[in-house]
């Protein structure tokens, strides 16, 4: 069993010390270091290689949006789980445009927060299900748009974003089960491939479609019509 190496980032030590305490009882999750801010945080990453970084967004120094934008470009084999008091909109969406592969808040249990980290490190996304709801708001909205901007009464068809078509037909089906929130292995087993192969896909569709993030495969998954935002 591979060991996931976390860091702490959060400027209020009682916090650190209450996740420490929780994770000491996870046999495969281990504290390797901590931070009390952002600028102490990239001095630490640099010198200790860790698998997710547990972010506060409100820091002194250097806060949780432009550390997670520093890591997510100079170490993209981390990912950023951002655990904050912030569960609005607004932060919701900076965290992920800044590469964070996660979002919840501190409100949460104890069991969302180990899930979460073994979800991120894996590779995958995680999104509280109480605040993912804003990326189905803003589509919705879309199509509401679209729909009232159809003054003759009829269906107005979307048209596919740019790039779909650049997609094999084994692309568009792995991107379709990704955007559906399976894990690589869980669309490995559906599609009779090993996860490797899909990980290889995964990367070439984000090429193809010059996209960054799980959140973005998502949302150019719904834009194109390839997943039911209603169901």
């Known amino acids: 069993m591979k060991t996931i190496r976390i860091m702490l980032v959060d400027d209020h030590e009682m916090v650190r010390e209450g996740i420490k305490s ?5 046999p495969d999750i281990e504290v390797v270091t901590e931070a009390a801010n952002g600028r102490e945080a990239l001095k630490k990453i640099a010198e200790i290689p860790c698998d997710v970084v547990i972010m506060d967004i409100s820091m002194p120094e250097l806060d949780g949006l432009a550390t997670t934008t520093i890591i997510a470009g100079d170490y993209p084999e981390t990912s950023v789980l951002a655990l904050t008091v912030h569960a609005d909109k607004q932060h919701f969406f900076k965290m992920l445009e800044a590469g964070a592969k996660g979002y919840m808040t501190k409100q949460n249990g104890p069991d969302e927060l180990v899930a979460a ?33 159809n003054s003759d009464g009829e269906e107005k068809k979307i048209n596919p974003p740019p790039g779909l078509d650049l997609l094999s037909g084994r692309e568009v089906e792995v991107l379709e089960l990704i955007a559906e929130g399976l894990t690589a292995p869980q669309v490995a087993r559906k599609l009779n491939l ?19 993030s799980t959140t973005a495969l998502v949302k150019f998954a719904i834009r194109a019509g390839l997943i039911d935002i209603f169901h």
Do not use: C
């Open 117 to 149: 980290i073994r979800t991120v490190a894996a590779g995958n996304v995680y999104l509280q299900p109480a605040l993912a709801r804003f990326l189905l708001d803003d589509y919705t909205k879309l199509l509401e748009k679209i729909n009232r901007e």
């Open 194 to 212: 090993s996860p490797k192969t899909i990980g290889a896909h995964r990367e070439r569709i984000m090429k193809k479609l010059n996209l960054h």
């Open 22 to 26: 929780l994770l000491k009882k996870q």
